[in-house]
Nanobody, 119 residues
Framework: QVQLVESGGGSVQAGGSLRLSCAASGITTITYYMGWFRRAPGKEREGVATIDPAGSSPTYADAVKGRFTISKNNAMNTLYLQMNNVKPEDTAVYYC????????????WGQGTQVTVSS
């Protein structure tokens, strides 16, 4: 059974930092494509960042480039999202997700963790 469990969300002031974690079980981060997504109130879910099994060639949404960093620790089977210089518009529920092949839809999803940024 595949489980993705996010943690690390919370409330932070604009300009601050947070690090989200996603602990995976039932799959291995070294073989799966992983990503972070978010859903803000009243908006559709959007992609934030992705990383391939090799840990190279990360991709970022324009809104977070230069501020967020996606990474993973394969030994810990954990995905991370380092969020720096956060803005109120980063307020959302953040989800991690996994897919086996690059061209597949993301099949496995976590339950989400709330991030709230105050101005």
């Amino acid at each position: 059974q595949v489980q993705l469990v996010e943690s690390g969300g919370g409330s932070v002031q604009a300009g601050g930092s947070l690090r989200l974690s996603c602990a995976a079980s039932g799959i291995t981060t070294i073989t799966y494509y992983m990503g972070w997504f978010r859903r803000a109130p009243g908006k559709e879910r959007e992609g934030v960042a992705t990383i391939d099994p090799a840990g190279s060639s990360p991709t970022y949404a324009d809104a977070v480039k230069g501020r967020f960093t996606i990474s993973k620790n394969n030994a810990m089977n954990t995905l991370y999202l380092q969020m720096n210089n956060v803005k109120p518009e980063d307020t959302a529920v953040y989800y991690c997700a996994a897919r086996y092949r690059k061209w597949d839809d993301f099949r496995y999803w976590g339950q989400g963790t709330q991030v709230t940024v105050s101005s």
